[in-house]
Every structure is written in structure tokens, then in C-alpha cells.
């Protein structure tokens, strides 16, 4: 019940997550039940790539990502709700942080990416395409700042509100112009890879 009524709502009505649902996203619970490592690993994001994290939220894999990519990589991570970006600045701030330089962040929506076209290698979203109302439009606007050769890394979480089954995240992307690469995890949790393929 606890989880069917929230569907139901947001079947009806898409909405950003509340910024309160960040205690349960930035848990050791959920960091355990779905590892940034492995959803990076899976996403296929290496050293020295330039990359978009979109819907970041107050940054539960953001800190992961900055750590793969390395000094010679940039992350931009991006959300439209500014109190999300505020937690995850707080989080930055922390003593055991500072020495973290390469990451970027900002406030903007999926659907007006202040980014140069073939900007990134890598435009990564964890639970986040389908709380977007309009995701065909947000899906083509990556298109546009995503590199030729770049990849799109899409994982989603059966816990999850708006959780959709692989076939339908397949369909949605391969209907905006991408390609399906590598598809890993399983029902409860996975990452799919795309590729542009036009
Ligand atoms: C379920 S949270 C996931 C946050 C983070 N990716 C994580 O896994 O912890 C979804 C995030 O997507 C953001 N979001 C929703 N619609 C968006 C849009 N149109 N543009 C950018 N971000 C959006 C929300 O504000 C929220 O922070």
C-alpha cells in the first residue's frame, strides 16, 4: 500500500520527488540495496570523460561518479529542483570533500540543457527519466549535447514510484534515436547503455 498509492498518484500526475525523499536516497540502506559503483561501473564511465549527471538530486552517486572520472574529468551535475542542488553543495563543502575539484553543478531542466551540442561522452540519470512529464522531449535534448560516439546511461529501481520494466525504457529511448549497447542488472535494479544511432 505504501508504495502502491504513490504510484498511483504519480501515474496521474509526474512530479519532481520531494526534497525530504533525500534521506532515503542518500541512506546507507538504499546505497546498499542500489551500489553507485555498480550503477556507474554498468554505465560504462571512465576516467577523463566529461559527463552529465542529470537529476542528480542531492548527489547520492555524484561524489562516485567525480572519484571514477578522475582530475581529468568534469562533471556537471544538474537538477531542476534548487534545493536539491543546495543539499548536495552542503555536501561538497564538507572538510572531507574539498579536495574534490572537478565537479560542476547547477540548476536547469531536462528540457533546456545549458550545454553546447556534442558536449559530453556520458549523460547519465539514476531514477529520474520518468518523473520527467515529457520524457521523449528531455530524451532529445540529450541527444543534442551527447557526443557521436557518447553514451547514455539510463538505471532504474523496482522501490522506486515511477519504476518502468527495461522494455519500456528500451522503447522510449529507441524512439528518440538511440541504440541499446549492453542492458545489465536485473528486475529489481539494472542499467541499460545506449548509443546515438543516427
Ligand atoms: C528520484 S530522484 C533521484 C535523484 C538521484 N538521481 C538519485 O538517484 O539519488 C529524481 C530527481 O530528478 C529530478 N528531476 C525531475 N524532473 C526533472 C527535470 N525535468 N529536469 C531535471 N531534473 C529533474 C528531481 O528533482 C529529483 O532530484
Redesign the pocket.
Known amino acids: 500500500m505504501v508504495i502502491i498509492i504513490p504510484r498511483i498518484i504519480k501515474k496521474i500526475h509526474k512530479f519532481?520527488?520531494p526534497v525530504f525523499?533525500t534521506y532515503f536516497?542518500d541512506s546507507n540502506l538504499r546505497r546498499w540495496l542500489q551500489p553507485p559503483a555498480k550503477m556507474i561501473l554498468r554505465s560504462g564511465i571512465k576516467n577523463g570523460m566529461k559527463v552529465l549527471?542529470?537529476?542528480?538530486?542531492?548527489g547520492?552517486?555524484t561524489l562516485d561518479i567525480a572519484r571514477v572520472i578522475g582530475e581529468e574529468g568534469r562533471l556537471y551535475a544538474?537538477?531542476?529542483?534548487p534545493l536539491?542542488i543546495q543539499k548536495l553543495m552542503r555536501k561538497l563543502e564538507k572538510e572531507e570533500n574539498k579536495k574534490i575539484n572537478n565537479i560542476e553543478t547547477c540548476v536547469?531542466?531536462?528540457?533546456e540543457l545549458p550545454f553546447e551540442q556534442d558536449f559530453f561522452d556520458a549523460v547519465f540519470?539514476?531514477?529520474?527519466l520518468q518523473?520527467?512529464p515529457d520524457a521523449a522531449r528531455?530524451l532529445k535534448e540529450i541527444h543534442r549535447v551527447l557526443k557521436r560516439e557518447g553514451v547514455l546511461a539510463i538505471s532504474e529501481f523496482v522501490i522506486?514510484t515511477d519504476y518502468p520494466l527495461r522494455k519500456t525504457t528500451r522503447r522510449q529511448c529507441e524512439r528518440a534515436g538511440y541504440r541499446l549497447v549492453r542492458s545489465r542488472g536485473n528486475f529489481l535494479s539494472y542499467t541499460l547503455q545506449f548509443a546515438k544511432s543516427g
Open positions: 519532481p520527488v525523499i536516497l549527471e542529470l537529476g542528480c538530486g542531492s547520492s552517486c544538474m537538477d531542476i529542483q536539491m536547469a531542466s531536462a528540457y540519470l539514476v531514477d529520474v518523473e520527467i528531455a522506486d
